[in-house]
C-alpha cells in the first residue's frame, strides 16, 4: 500500500478541525494527516494534535504568520517528500470537499496517474450553496484558464486533489510561487506541460457552514494576471517557433 499524506491548511478553523480530522481517517484509516495551521488564535492546532490521541497519525506545523494558502501547501509538500509519502493530497478544512472521496482520489494515482482532480465541473461534480454570481465567475475563470494556457482540464482550479509524489520532485512545485486559486493553476499548468496523465473525479462542493471563506479579491486579481501573462508567453513562443521551422525549411 501506498504510503499517503493529507495536507490540510489551516487558519481559525477549529469549528471544522475536530470535524474533518475524524471523517479522513475513517475514509482511509492508513493515511497520515498533515494540519499547516497559520497564526490561528482559536486553538485549532491544539485540537488538531488532541484528536490523534498518541496514534501517530496526526502532525502539525505551526506558523507564525498568515502566510497563504499555496505557502502551505510548498510547506506541506516538502514536509512529505522528506518523509517519503508517496501520495500527496490536498484537501480543505471546512468540509466542502467530502473526505469519504478521498479513495477516488487516491486510488488512480496508486494506479499510475500522477494526478486526479476532485471536479465540480465534470459529469456528475456540482456545487452547492453557492450564489449565482460566483459560480458564473468560477465556470468562467476556468473557461479562460483552460483557453489562455491550453489545457485540457475542467476544473484548474479545484483545491481537492491527490498528486503522485515523484511528479511534485520532477515538476518541482515545491518551488511555485503563486497562492490561492493561482496556486492550484499553476501547479496543474506544470503537470500538462510535463506531459502528465491527470484524471477528473466528479465531487460535490458544498460551500463552508462554519467559520469565514478565507478568498480575498487580490487573489482573484493575481491569477487574472499571471494567467494572461502566461498565456501571452506560450502564444509568442509558439509564434517563434513557427517563424524559426519556417526560415528554416
Not at 488564535?41 to 497563504?68: F, W, Y
Not at 476532485?118 to 484558464?145: D, E, Q, T
Request: with cysteine; aromatic share 6%; glycine share 8%.
Amino acid at each position: 500500500m501506498p504510503k499517503v499524506l493529507v495536507i490540510i491548511p489551516t487558519h481559525q478553523e477549529a469549528e471544522n478541525i475536530v470535524a474533518v480530522i475524524p471523517r479522513i481517517l475513517d475514509a482511509v484509516p492508513g493515511v497520515h494527516v498533515l494540519v499547516v495551521d497559520d497564526a490561528s488564535t482559536d486553538r485549532t492546532p491544539d485540537l488538531a494534535e488532541q484528536l490523534d490521541a498518541g496514534r501517530g497519525q496526526i502532525s502539525v506545523i505551526r506558523r507564525n504568520s498568515k502566510d497563504g494558502l499555496g505557502n502551505a501547501y510548498r510547506v506541506g509538500f516538502a514536509w512529505g517528500l522528506e518523509r517519503n509519502f508517496d501520495i500527496l493530497c490536498e484537501i480543505d478544512a471546512d468540509l466542502s470537499h467530502d473526505p469519504a472521496v478521498l479513495p477516488e482520489l487516491i486510488s488512480p494515482v496508486a494506479l499510475g496517474a500522477q494526478l486526479a482532480i476532485g471536479s465540480r465541473y465534470v459529469p456528475g461534480g456540482a456545487i452547492v450553496g453557492w450564489p449565482k454570481k460566483r459560480l458564473a465567475l468560477s465556470r468562467w475563470g476556468n473557461r479562460y484558464v483552460a483557453l489562455m494556457l491550453g489545457l485540457a482540464i475542467n476544473d484548474a482550479t479545484a483545491g481537492f486533489r491527490a498528486f503522485d509524489a515523484r511528479i511534485i520532485r520532477q515538476c518541482d512545485l515545491v518551488g511555485t510561487r503563486s497562492d490561492g486559486y493561482m496556486f492550484q493553476v499553476e501547479t496543474t499548468y506544470r503537470l500538462v506541460r510535463a506531459g502528465s496523465r491527470i484524471i477528473e473525479i466528479p465531487i460535490v462542493f458544498t460551500e463552508r457552514q462554519l467559520g469565514h471563506s478565507k478568498m480575498k479579491s487580490s487573489i482573484v486579481k493575481e491569477a487574472l494576471w499571471l494567467v494572461t501573462k502566461w498565456g501571452m508567453r506560450d502564444m509568442l513562443t509558439r509564434r517563434r517557433l513557427q517563424v524559426t521551422n519556417f526560415r528554416d525549411q
